[in-house]
């Protein structure tokens, strides 16, 4: 899709590939990234980014913003080194830093505000919790302690968090065939606490934020932010954004049965107009302005169903 003037994309990349041992018990909140082999991936991640904001109308800005996660925090670092190497000896495109206090981010807005035929990447939004780990996030206990048992794969653990009445016993043979001897009990969403529509509002309310952050400060400026998140609660997001619910049977038939790689993108635009696009892999799905507004309370309403049908009082 070509880049309209004014409009505000939100790309949400997966992480960088992260050191997995298996049998450990690994906290996913402090697992590391992988360096030699997201070295593989790095520069053609990179080099796609870097063409989306070269074919954007002149002026744009992108902005770089990792969630709170270590892995996420180093793979935007690995992203900002990358940028710096292949942009050295350009000046079209200028890499600039909002820095700690409120002096330094003015006089980088400023800078940006007076040069409006030149392209920016500001490297040093603040680390997000919207889009990776709320602190003591209930999730994160059962989500060890289920990758632990079955030997690292996320994606199995994820559907049992994303069960609906009467998958579970689909979910039992997908694992059997997998070679996971797991009860049908067992698999209980229940168990972690906190629905997926949950951190899908987060992620949500993370998008609609930076973009009003992003217009108060250049309202007429084309607008990119880079989200690094997390496959899950990305997917499970792009999921409901592209209309769907979140379930074993959507994750089966949509994302074929598979969560995103590391680096991979999905996208969200909000266009001058108030048109929304959401793109993912091959699929893309429009929403007028008022279309999106509903399905963003579809989705909040989807929220309060399964927690009625979890039985539970939701911790925020």
């Known amino acids: 899709m070509s880049k309209e003037q004014g409009s505000f994309e939100v790309g949400v990349s997966r992480h ?103 392209k920016y990447i500001i490297s040093d939004l603040r680390p997000t919790w919207l889009i990776g780990f709320k602190e003591n996030d209930p999730t994160l206990p059962r989500f060890n302690e289920w990758k632990k048992r079955l030997n690292g794969d996320e994606h199995l653990t994820a559907k049992i968090w994303a069960l609906r009445s009467g998958e579970a016993a689909s979910l039992k043979d997908e694992m059997a065939d997998a070679g996971f001897s797991v009860g049908e009990e067992e698999l209980n969403p229940k168990q972690f606490e906190i629905v997926p ?14 973009k009003n952050i992003g217009e108060s400060h250049f309202s007429d400026r084309t607008m990119i932010l880079e989200g690094v998140s997390h496959n899950i609660r990305s997917d499970m997001t792009t999921l409901m954004l592209l209309g769907e619910d979140v379930s074993l049977e959507s994750i089966n038939r949509v994302l074929g049965g598979k969560f995103r790689d590391p680096f991979e993108r999905s996208s969200v635009t909000f266009l001058k107009d108030g048109e929304v696009v959401v793109a993912f892999r091959d699929k893309e799905k429009r929403y007028s302005a008022e279309e999106f507004e509903k399905l963003v309370q579809h989705i909040s309403d989807e929220k309060i169903r399964r927690e009625k049908e979890w039985n539970i009082s939701e911790i925020k």
């Open 16 to 118: 960088a590939p992260k050191i997995e041992r298996q049998g450990e018990t690994v906290d996913v909140r402090t697992q590391e990234v992988d360096i030699e082999a997201a070295k593989e991936e790095l520069e053609s991640r990179v080099r796609f980014l870097l063409e989306n904001l070269e074919k954007s109308p002149e002026g744009t800005i992108m902005a770089l913003e990792p969630s709170n996660v270590k892995r996420a925090q180093q793979t935007a670092d690995l992203f900002e080194e990358k940028f710096k190497e292949l942009l050295e000896g350009r000046s079209d495109i200028q890499i600039v830093e909002l820095g700690n206090d409120e002096k330094s981010a003015n006089q980088t807005l400023d800078e940006i505000k007076s040069n409006p035929h030149c």
């Open 197 to 210: 529509e949950t951190q899908i509002l987060r992620m949500i309310t993370w998008m609609k934020a930076m």
